[in-house]
Structure formats: structure tokens, C-alpha cells
């Protein structure tokens, strides 16, 4: 069963910068490679947005982030990432990792950021 664990999300100032990892389990490196990776975010009473996808080298970013988060992907190690640099207050969410292949979807349980000096 594959399970998405996301770390890194913590508190930071507003201009600060914060990396995000996400780390797969129960699947192959080459499986791995083949999911839609995305990162999407949820603030207090906000729906689910989508911040930013990576599938082979294609990356696709929210137009709230463009220029200041960079979404990467490590298909050895299973391992998305979400460099976030000068962060906003407006940033401040949970921050969710997501895998999608066909009609399968996984979530992981997320991981808080907040931007607040």
C-alpha cells in the first residue's frame, strides 16, 4: 500500500524560506516515477488548493507561487519536494502531498506552515 509521509512544514517569517519533503513508501523507485506528484495546500475554513504538480520534467505551479516555490521530485530516492521562499502570511496552511496514477489517489496526512513574525 502506498503511503505519502510530507516533513519540513514548521514556523518561519514572513520573507523566510522553508523546504518541504515527502517521502513515499510501499512502492518501487520506477513505480514512483510514473505518479502525478503535486503538492496542494488547505488554510482555516479555505478549500484545497492545488500550489504546484511534477510529472517527468513538466512542472506546473499556482499562479499565487510562480517565481517563489520550486517543486522538484526525486524518482530514486521517492522523494517530492517544495522549496518555499519569501514566504507570506497568506502562505500559512497545511501543506498536503499528492500522488495520483489513473483512478488511484493518495494523500498524505499533511504538514503545517506558518508564516508569522
Known amino acids: 500500500q502506498v503511503q505519502l509521509a510530507e516533513s519540513g512544514g514548521g514556523l518561519v517569517q514572513p520573507g523566510g524560506s522553508l523546504t518541504l519533503s515527502c517521502a513515499a513508501s510501499?512502492?518501487?523507485?520506477?513505480?514512483?516515477?510514473?505518479?502525478?506528484m503535486s503538492w496542494y495546500r488547505q488554510a482555516p475554513g479555505q478549500q484545497r488548493d492545488l500550489v504546484a504538480s511534477?510529472?517527468?520534467?513538466?512542472?506546473n505551479y499556482a499562479d499565487f507561487v510562480q517565481g517563489r516555490f520550486i517543486i522538484s521530485r526525486d524518482n530514486g530516492a521517492k522523494v517530492l519536494s517544495l522549496q518555499m521562499n519569501n514566504l507570506t502570511p497568506e502562505d500559512t496552511a497545511v501543506y498536503y502531498c499528492?500522488?495520483?496514477?489513473?483512478?488511484?489517489?493518495?494523500w498524505g496526512q499533511g504538514t503545517q506552515v506558518t508564516v508569522s513574525s
Open positions: 499528492h500522488a495520483q496514477l489513473g483512478g488511484t489517489e493518495i
Open positions: 510501499g512502492i518501487s523507485s520506477v513505480s514512483f516515477s510514473f505518479y502525478y
Open positions: 511534477a510529472l517527468g520534467m513538466v512542472r
